[in-house]
């Protein structure tokens, strides 16, 4: 059974930092690209950021690559996204998901992860 879950969501005040985590299991980790996807209050969803496992290419959307780091640790068969300078407008439930990544686009499956709070206070 795939499962991909999410963690290391919370509370931080503008300006901060947090680092999200992807543990997956059920297929073959190293052979997947792995994305993250936030959704907001009342927007839809947004592709984030998104790895190839097999070669660490990595692929942010493009107002958001300067802030995102996302990594992966095969060994773990996690993904990791650090974020920092966060804004109260990326208060959203990040996912995680395997998908296809290039860089025009991230197109995910249908395995998500049941999703990681992040709330941003001003």
């Known amino acids: 059974e795939v499962q991909l879950v999410e963690s290391g969501g919370g509370f931080v005040q503008a300006g901060g930092s947090l680092r999200l985590s992807c543990a997956t299991s059920?297929?073959?980790?190293?052979?997947?690209?792995i994305a993250w996807f936030r959704r907001a209050p009342g927007k839809g969803r947004e592709g984030v950021s998104c790895i190839s496992v097999s070669d660490r290419s990595a692929y942010y959307a493009p107002f958001m690559r300067s802030r995102f780091t996302i990594s992966s640790d095969s060994a773990k068969n996690t993904v990791y996204l650090q974020i920092s300078s966060l804004k109260p407008e990326e208060t959203a439930v990040y996912y995680c998901?395997?998908?296809?990544?290039?860089?025009?686009?991230?197109?995910?499956?249908?395995?998500w992860g049941q999703g990681t709070q992040v709330t941003v206070s001003s």
């Open positions: 998901v395997t998908a296809v990544c290039s860089a025009w686009s991230m197109v995910p499956f249908d395995d």
């Open positions: 059920g297929f073959s980790f190293d052979d997947h690209a």
